[in-house]
Structures are given as structure tokens and as C-alpha cells.
């Protein structure tokens, strides 16, 4: 395919978000840390491997999302309310099947680590759905699409980017108030039932930023040719490689201390900023014949995504009384197979009619006429 008839090197990015983010999980123990309960240079290859899958943040999802969003209502221009039940049944159909599926099916993890009885409380606690649904906390990636699904209402924000691409530069004034006002709500209401929520605000109003960095990538997508978008490579490649330097020296800090560094003010840019160098990257190398594999497999990276915690749940209950084997070999284990299964289940739903919408392939059976959310590029 040319550039003009499928942005492939948007499938590419696709399917990184969605690999990184099973990478993400894949590479912590299974509490959640930098491998505390090893030696120092145990914990080096982990995270190192971690800070290389981690480039493609959940931001990465974002940016895409909006810059095709925005694209179709460039060709396709509706109103308001349209667009919004059109990404109602794009996002929160979806959410709250995971939602509910997440919720009993973390009952086996429960009970296999000794916490059954509270986990089961919580599904007849209508306070802990109030926070699943409003917040995706049934299971640490399902925040994604209420946090997304906020971004997007504010769409009509990001179409003055595609104006006025400059305004893409707001980004850096978006990820400073979020620093700052973290540190405030953090700091303030730390230990309030209120604080999740607060924090959620926070950062769908911060991430308005990538939003208007989308706007500003369609802005310039259109504005210029595949010769003039190429020369800017050169400018992404030092950006990236000077970002990922203060990556590396923040997993430097994590691998000595054994604890995640949140205090390291470099590394607060690098990982936020780098999936915007990542899409701009791949966008200035739209010229190049991406292979077509890419795009045959990316339209499975967000059931991927919705779908491998299962698998790493189970090798988790698998490993819980210990293993001889060291973090790296652990990670390299459970990276393939929660892939591999998660890949094989992703391809059964999204043949099996009744629930491919569940991972956005497929439309709402008997719900709605209208195809459900396909990703188009141009």
C-alpha cells in the first residue's frame, strides 16, 4: 500500500503500544516492584529491558487515537453528540464488559494469594464498582479507557491545533501542571478516599496536551509532503536519544535502590515526552514501504492489551512459591507466553461474532446498526 491509501507507520505505533504495555506488566515482580527481593545486579537487565518497552507509554494510545479522530472528522465532519456516541460505543462498551469480566475472574488470583474473602466483598460493594467504573481500578490497565474516553470529550480543544499546529507545543505546559498538581493533591490528600479521583482529574485535564500535540501532527500531516516530513528525522533521533539518557539514568537509581524513582525531575520529561517523539518518528519515516505484516496485525493490538493480564495473572499463580530461575529469565518466560496466549485469544473473539466488539473488531450485536469503531487511515 502507499503512504496515501494506509498510514501503516501508524499500525507500527499500534502495535508497540500494545506490546510495551504488556512488557510494562511483564517486567515487574509479581507485587508490583523492581525486583526488591534480589541482588542489585539481578535488577539490571529487567529494567533495562523495561525502559526499552516502556517508550511507547499509554500516551502513545492516546496521541493515535486523537490523531485519527481527528482525521475522520476532517473527512467526515458531524456533530458534537455524534462523535461522542460514536466513542461511547468505541470505548465504554468495551470497558464495561472488561470491567465485569475483570471482576470475577480476579477471584482466582484472590484466592491463590490469600485475599478471597476481601476481593469477593468487593463485588457486592457498590462503592468498589463506583471506583471500577469511574476509574478502571478492577485491574491496573483498565484506567485506559475512562481516562481516554475523558480526553476525547474534549476534541473540539485539539481541532484549533490542527489550525494552528504551534499550539502543540502547549504539551509542555500541560505536563508542568500536572507535575505540580500531583505534588499538591498527593500531598494533601493522601489517604482520602477522594484522592483516586482527584488524581484521574488531573490527568485527563493534563493530557489534554497530547491531544493538542495530535492536532498539531494532523495540522502538519496535511500541510506538508513525505520530502519535507523526512528532513525533520535527524531532529526526532536526538531528541530520542537524549531523552532515553535520562531514562537510563533514572532505572540506574531504580536498580540500586529497588525502588521506583519518582523524584528524578529528567526522568519525568523523558517518559512523558517520549511518545510524542516516538509518533513524530515514525510519522517523519511515513515515506519508507512499512512492511504489510504490520498492518494485518495491529488491528489486534487493543484486545492484546485488554486481554494479557489474564495470562500473566496465571503464570503468576504458577511461580508464587518461588522460583530458581533469575528476574530476566522469569521475564522472558512470561513475556512470551502471556504474548503468545493473549495473540491466540485475541484471534479467536475477534472470529467469534457475539464478542469481537469486545476488543473493538466487530459491532454491538443487536444494539446498534452502526459499525462499531474501526481504525481508517488515508
Known sequence: MSEQSRMIWLDCLRLMAGISMLGLHATSDPTGQPWVQYPVEDRYLPLLLRTVLYIARTELFIMISCFLLLLSLDRRPRPYRTVIEEQTRRLLAPFIFWTVFFAGYGLIKAEAFGYYDSALADLFNPQAWVGSLLLGNVKYHMHFLPTLFGIVLLFPLFRLAVKYPALGLT??????????????????????????????????????????????????????????????????????????????????????????????????????????????????????????????????????????????????????????????????????????????????????????????????PMLSRKPAFKQKET
Not at 490527568?203 to 523526512?230: C, L, N
Not at 493473549?342 to 472470529?351: D, F, T
Open 171 to 364: 504539551i509542555f505546559g500541560f505536563l508542568l501542571a500536572k507535575h505540580q498538581l500531583d505534588a499538591f493533591v498527593y500531598r494533601t490528600f493522601w489517604g482520602t478516599d477522594i484522592l483516586p479521583y482527584l488524581v484521574r482529574m488531573v490527568k485527563i485535564a493534563t493530557y489534554v496536551g497530547y491531544g493538542m500535540m495530535a492536532g498539531a501532527a494532523v495540522g502538519i500531516w496535511q500541510r506538508t509532503t513525505p520530502e519535507q516530513r523526512k528532513e525533520w528525522f535527524p531532529l526526532c533521533m536526538f531528541l530520542g536519544l537524549m531523552l532515553f539518557a535520562f531514562k537510563l539514568i533514572s532505572t540506574w537509581q531504580t536498580a540500586q535502590t529497588g525502588a521506583w524513582t519518582f523524584n528524578y525531575f529528567p526522568g519525568y520529561w523523558a517518559d512523558f515526552l517520549f511518545p510524542m517523539v516516538l509518533f513524530g518518528g515514525c510519522m517523519v519515516l511515513s515515506h519508507l514501504r512499512w512492511p504489510e505484516l504490520i498492518a494485518k496485525l495491529a488491528p489486534y493490538s487493543f484486545g492484546i492489551y485488554l486481554c494479557h493480564p489474564i495470562f500473566l495473572d496465571l503464570f503468576e499463580i504458577a511461580m508464587q512459591k518461588g522460583s530458581d530461575l533469575s528476574p530476566i529469565a522469569q521475564i522472558g518466560i512470561k513475556m512470551s507466553f502471556a504474548l503468545i496466549t493473549s495473540s491466540a485469544l485475541v484471534y479467536l473473539i475477534s472470529k467469534t461474532k457475539l464478542l469481537a466488539w469486545t476488543i473493538g473488531l466487530g459491532p454491538l
